[in-house]
């Protein structure tokens, strides 16, 4: 993600953090899913809004 977005350590980590956040997952599991896959987790799409 460093190279990839330019961004720093820090920035990674939040980014993270905030997919692992919104995703309902430990931020560890997340971090493996970007190593294992090369992107970053989302949370599925909620439909049927209201």
Known sequence: MLERFRVTPDEVFGLLAIASQNSNRTLRD???????TGEVPLPPSRTGRG
């Not at 997340?30 to 294992?36: C, G, I, K």
């Open 30 to 36: 997340t971090a493996a899913e970007l190593v294992r």
